[in-house]
């Protein structure tokens, strides 16, 4: 049976493992990533827009506090219905991104290159859930202020879910918590707690859950999403582009590099 390769470094000089890394080794890749980069670069020309085109007090409040709060909901239902989706490894078109953004992350959670999301993907939605309401609330100072703290919350968002996936017990309880149910979506049921930083869309939607509670055992397809080797007899694309189909734990593969 073939294993997936192990994705490029790309545009760093090696590739690196969240679960080799300390805490301040993840810092300083962090901020040298280029999607952690543009993102920040975004947010200052969205402030300097604001600057020119300044919304009222209330408006500017509205707009950055109805960002924030859409962004779980937005990013809940991408992550649930659309990575976790079985619709996009079935078109040629999509399965490389799928591959890309979510498949392969589920293969190999502690790669860091394949943690981040791609800005092709990335900034087009967060600019969908943030402009058109930034803009209804305040104009156009409200659409820079709403996407500027879009892309302050998605920085946030990659740091909490990288820390989740670090070789790091966080002291904070908050962010205890959430590294624990991201760890039981990855290694025991991937249908549910799709939340990174806030699950109160996976409480109202039924998708919560603590592995304490629950009397069943692993998910059969944790680790790769439902795409198996009779899958890929019909939908070969993700396969071909992994050089095969990966099985077996994360971690076993991840011993197996050294």
């Not at 092709?120 to 943030?130: C, D, K, N, S, Y």
């Not at 820390?163 to 991201?182: C, E, G, S, T």
Request: include cysteine; glycine fraction near 8%; hydrophobic fraction near 45%.
């Amino acid at each position: 049976m073939k294993t997936i390769a192990a994705p490029k470094p790309g545009i760093w000089k090696r590739a690196h493992y969240l679960d080799r890394m300390t805490l301040r080794e993840l810092i300083v890749a962090y901020f040298q990533h280029y999607t952690i980069i543009s993102y920040l670069l975004l947010a200052v020309a969205s402030v300097a827009m604001f600057v020119w085109r300044p919304a009222g007090p209330l408006a500017t409040a509205g707009a950055v506090l109805a960002a924030i709060l859409v962004y779980p909901a937005v990013w809940y239902a991408l992550h649930r219905w659309v990575l976790h989706g079985q619709w996009m490894y079935k078109l040629p078109a999509f399965a490389s991104t799928w591959k890309r953004i979510h498949y392969d992350h589920h293969q190999d959670p502690n790669h860091l290159e394949v943690l981040f999301g791609a800005l092709h993907t990335t900034l087009p939605t967060i600019a969908i859930a943030t402009l058109p309401v930034g803009y209804a609330i305040g104009g156009v100072g409200g659409a820079a202020a709403a996407f500027a703290a879009g892309l302050v919350a998605t920085c946030y968002y990659e740091f909490i879910h990288c820390i989740q996936h670090l070789a790091f017990k966080p002291r904070n309880k908050a962010i205890a918590r959430m590294k624990k149910l991201h760890m039981e979506h990855h290694f025991f049921d991937e249908k549910g707690n799709y939340g990174i930083t806030n699950y109160l869309p996976d409480r109202l939607l039924g998708t919560f859950y603590e592995r304490a509670n629950r009397a069943q055992g692993r998910s059969p397809t944790v680790f790769n999403l439902g795409y198996t080797e009779e899958v890929a007899k019909t939908y070969p694309w993700v396969a071909n582009l992994s050089g095969g189909v990966a099985s077996g734990h994360p971690r076993a593969r991840s011993r197996a590099r050294d």
